[in-house]
Each structure stands twice: as C-alpha cells, then as structure tokens.
C-alpha cells in the first residue's frame, strides 16, 4: 500500500476512534442524567410518602389509578413550601378527607392564616392541577365558562370552570364571599348531586363536572374591614359540606416555636430577635381579634420586618416601614402598635 493510502487509512482509524469515544461520552453522559432523574424521583416519591404518613392522608387516594392528561400537568404544583400547622390541629388532613368523602370543602379565616398556601401544598402532595378563581376581581362569566371568538360560531373557547369541569383537580374559588350572585347560581348544578353545568351560551351543552374534579373556596369572615365581602348565598353555602376555621400560628401569649423558626430561616435573625418579633405580632393579632385594631399581621408581614433586621435596620425602624403602616393609615392606630412594639424592643 502506498504512503498516501496509509496515511488515509490511518485518518479513518483516527476518525472512528474518536466517533466511538465520543459516543461513549455521551452514552454514559446519559447513563448519569437518567440516575440523576430516576435518584430525584426516588428522593420525591420518598419525601411525599413521609409526608403523607406525617399527616395521616395516605388512605385518601384522590384520583386512584388515574393520570391526569399531559396538558394539564403543569398546573400541578411543584416544590411548595411545607404548610405549618398551629399547635392542636391537622387542617391538611381535614381538607383532604373532606375533599375525599364530600368533594367539597370551605376555608375561612382572616389574611395571612395560610388558606392559599395550604391549597397549593395539597395539590402538590396529591397530585392534583389547581384552577384558581379569585372571585374578588371584576372576572366576567365570559372568563368562567366560555365564548365564541372571531365572527361565526367555529371558534369556542372553554372558561377557566369548563376547563376544570372537563379536565379534574382542584377549582379554588378565592375570596369566595365576594362573589357575583349570578355566578354562584351557575354553579349550584355543579356542586350539587347533579354534577354538571349547561352551557347556555353555546347551545344548551351539558359539561359534566370531571369524576376527580374537586372544590375549595376560603374566605376572611364577612365584616366591614374586609370590603367587598358579603353573606355568602345560602343555597351556595348549603353546598359546601365542611367548613374548616383557620387561625394564626401564634396570638396573645399562644406562641408558637414552628413560627419563630420559620422568621429565623427566612430572614436569617438570630433567635432572640425572631422571638420578640412573633411575641409583638401575637398581641397585634390579640388586639385585631378583639376588635382593637383594623388588622392582624401575617407570618410574611413579620418576615418583612424581620428581613429589614437581619439587613441593618433597627428593629423600631424597621417596624415602621412595615408592620406600622401595613396595619392602618390613621394615625392613632398607628400610635397604638408603636406602643405595642416598643414594649418588646424597648
């Protein structure tokens, strides 16, 4: 063989080596990622399980042997901070069994109780898309059930409550006592043993509500802090089958650990002071619940003020750009939780 072709021999030998090195690379670059995925889904699977037995939840299978489509997985929540409970309760297994046994289920309590947070931590442990709804906004039923767009009638598109009645999981109606009284009657047919609504505004059609579709709505009490709010229709409320009453983790001199933990983590203060915000905003929830002032702060109104701490803040100035104005605008209320935190940071 001449010089020339040794030399081609030699470049297609070099050529295939490195095809079959370079396919070797990513062969086992694909080996690691598919461990990598399978360890996750190992570790998840894992941390559900425990949290599952942790509540005591494991016997209600919410949509046994049944995957929801691929279209709506991406409305199934995903890495939600754990919910902490207030001392003496379970509301993650109430929720759960109600949604089991009933379908349907009502929270109630003022802001900052974690009714959201919760919603969405069990549809992440369950498995199940949300469809939320907040009824506090000018939401037209056109957004709700559904319309034709364009010119003729080819062109239908299904409502946030069609998609859910169609597809399953959660419909979480927010603010639900702010509600439009047309809308709540709507949706009595689909609440009730009749289990479907009819599309009047695209021929009388019948949407049957999904076998693994399920309903919750919370709302603060009806009162004049909260504006907007009204009595929830009774036919609506008759519907709702349990109704759980939410409370702050920490009020009056019920402090809990979990919460100053909680204000610790997140903003990165040390103990003590964690501490001493919790107790100030325990007696501002005290006073809230007794009428004395307009509004309870929520864990993250305490975050906030503990976060302006950790970054250099003093802890009365730090109140003040948050708690202080948070709470009301007139100024002797105002006066009024100075007072309070200057008792613990005095």
């Known amino acids: ?19 079959i090195a370079r396919r070797y690379v990513e062969e086992r670059f694909r ?8 360890n996750l889904f190992i570790r998840r699977t894992k941390s559900k399980s425990e949290l599952l037995k942790k509540y005591g939840i494991e016997k209600y299978d919410l949509h046994p042997g049944y995957e929801f489509p691929e279209s709506v997985r991406d409305l199934i929540p995903s890495n939600v901070p754990e919910y902490i409970t207030p001392p003496g309760k379970n509301y993650v297994k109430q929720i ?7 379908k349907q289920c009502a929270l109630i309590g003022p802001s900052g109780t974690g009714k959201t947070h919760i919603v969405y931590f069990i549809a992440e442990l369950t498995g199940l898309p949300i469809w939320e709804v907040n009824c506090g906004l ?3 039923t056109y957004d709700l059930f559904g319309r034709y767009i364009g010119l003729g009638k080819e062109n239908w598109i299904d409502g946030q409550i069609i998609l859910w009645c169609r597809n399953g999981g959660i419909l979480y109606l927010d603010e639900a006592n702010m509600m ?32 693994y579709g399920y ?24 519907r709702m089958s349990v109704w759980i009453n939410f409370s702050y983790l920490s009020i ?9 933990k909680l204000i610790q983590k997140r903003s990165g203060v040390d103990e003590d002071t964690a501490t001493r915000i919790v107790r100030a905003g325990a007696e501002l929830r005290r006073q809230y619940q007794m009428g004395d002032l307009p509004y309870g ?25 948050s708690i202080v104005g948070t709470t009301s605008d007139d100024v002797e209320i105002q006066e009024a939780v100075r007072r309070i935190i200057k008792g613990f940071f005095s």
């Not at 809308?183 to 609440?191: F, G, H, K, S, T």
């Not at 009595?231 to 609506?236: D, I, M, T």
């Not at 009056?252 to 100053?260: A, L």
């Not at 702060?297 to 750009?321: F, K, R, T, V």
């Open 1 to 19: 063989m001449s010089k020339h072709g040794s030399k081609v021999a030699y470049g297609s030998h070099q050529i295939r080596s490195q095809c």
């Open 31 to 38: 080996t690691k990622l598919k461990n990598a995925k399978i």
């Open 96 to 102: 759960v069994r109600a949604l089991y046994y009933f």
């Open 138 to 140: 000018q939401t037209s």
């Open 180 to 211: 439009k009284q047309d809308i709540a009657a709507r949706l009595n047919p689909i609440l009730d043993t009749r289990g479907h609504i009819v599309l009047t505004e695209k021929d009388n059609e019948i949407v049957k509500r999904h076998p």
């Open 215 to 238: 309903v919750i709505i919370s709302m603060n009490p009806f009162s004049s802090e909260f504006a907007g709010t009204k009595p929830l229709n009774a036919a609506f409320r008759r």
């Open 252 to 260: 009056g001199n019920q402090i809990s650990p979990e919460e100053i």
């Open 297 to 321: 702060p929520s864990p993250g109104d305490l975050m906030n003020w503990a976060i302006l701490i950790a970054d250099g803040s003093d802890p009365l100035e730090a109140a003040e750009e």
